[in-house]
């Protein structure tokens, strides 16, 4: 087919793999709900070739589908049959640290944990942190808009990018990648892409601003006997606490099976709410605030970590990723509302999905300081089994609590039928205006979003 063949001109032998040289890895991201292989898979090295190779497709129509690290859990980079797969993973490596500005520009498809270590050795902190660190790509986490773990100190990826480059799809390249903090020149189209999920444009590469290596970091797991203290611990922290950088929170049969799963002791009892305390401060600071807490009823115990090796523990429950192989099929929703009602939402949320699925696993977890819940859930009739009626319960309450349906993961595939919940018509058909204006023949990611 003559498309194929001018892309393989274009790209080489390595660059365009067709037929049965796509890589199985090419179906599916992490939700696993990927079913076909693309026509092709595109493996541009650098911006030029993403930008011609979008040229070519975008000349006779063919639709095209940006792939990362296929980390993510919406279903945002999962091809169809005839779609044609564009990686960046080729596209790697960091350009330059600016010391004086503390900024890093680098390729989209660099690793998170690689910008993380370059980061480091420069004496700078990467501000974005998430489990996927050692898969998922920069420029997955811009089209995602990548919460994490340090949300609560650093924001969200889009807080962290201070000039970005995208190719829209019929090739043309937009190149913003300034280094300054403040930039009022018109649409800020930064924000446009981030969280885009792959349908406005293909991002190539970024600058992301860099935080100062925190000189110390102390980690607590708190035992908390009630929601209520949970949120009064949250906001004493928020005001007492210098260099608050984690506030994350199991609930009781997340902590007790994810503690179970690591094989560790951690308190006696599991506590109806364990949470993970973290600041760039010395542990000395962080044990008069926990006595603080204790004194005022609020913490009924606490382990500082003594050692690196102690935090991660705290870290590995809490990250969980044990539960994956535990209980196939697990569905993982993340969504947010204002902080007050996340336990109010945990209730009925539980109660709704036992009354409809008698034995599954429903348990939450989160990143309690950015409002932002996650749920797991594990249906005894056997992996995504009746997933849909899972998210019409949850989501459901979620509308009726004015939350949102993703706090951080996206819309993709999964949650289109859902977005309507957390987004009015309105504000649906500006992103459809803007979607066509930017991709008018719609070939970037159909289908994703909206
Ligand atoms: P992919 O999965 O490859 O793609 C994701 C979306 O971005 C797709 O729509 C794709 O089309 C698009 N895309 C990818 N690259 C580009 C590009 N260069 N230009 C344009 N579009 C592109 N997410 C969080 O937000 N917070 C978390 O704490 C978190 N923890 C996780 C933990 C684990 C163990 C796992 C498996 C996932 C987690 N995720 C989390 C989800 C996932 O890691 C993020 O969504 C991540 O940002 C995806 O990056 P990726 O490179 O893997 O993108
Ligand atoms: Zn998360």
Known sequence: MALLDDLAALLGPQGCLAGDRVPEAARSDMSRS????????????????????????????????????????????NPRADDVALSLQRLTGIEEIDREAA????????????AQEAAAEAGFL?????????????????????????VIRDGMTRDNILGLEVALADGTVLTSLGKTVKNNTGYDLR???????????????????????????????????????VLALLAKARVDLPGLSAFEAMWRDYFALNRALAGL?????APAFAVILEAQTDAEVLQVFLEGAYGAGLVADALVAQTEAEARDFWTVREGHAMDTHLPGLINLDVSMPVGRLDDFARACREALLARFPGAHVSFFGHVGDSNLHVAVALPGG?????????????????????SVSAEHGIGTLKRDWLGHSRSPAEIAAMRAIKSALDPEGILNPGKVL
């Open 383 to 403: 992996p995504r089994d009746g997933a849909h009626a899972v998210d019409a319960i949850a989501y459901g309450l979620v509308r009726d609590l004015g939350g």
């Open 34 to 77: 990927g079913r076909a292989l693309p026509r092709a898979l595109l493996r541009p090295a650098t911006v030029e070739e993403v930008s011609r190779a979008l040229a070519l497709c975008h000349a006779v129509g063919q639709t095209v589908v940006p792939q990362g690290g296929m980390t993510g859990l919406a279903g945002g980079a």
């Open 265 to 269: 002791r951690l308190f006696a009892e």
């Open 103 to 114: 900024t890093m520009t680098l390729k989209a498809g660099t690793v998170l944990q690689t």
């Open 126 to 150: 990467f501000p974005v942190d998430l489990g996927a660190r050692g898969s998922c790509t920069v420029g997955g986490n811009i089209a995602t808009n990548a919460g994490g773990l340090r």
């Open 191 to 229: 924000h446009l892409f981030a969280g885009s999920e792959g349908t406005l444009g293909v991002v190539t590469r970024a600058v992301f601003r860099l935080r100062p290596l925190p000189r110390a970091r102390a980690t607590a797991l708190c035992a908390l006997a009630s929601y209520a203290d």
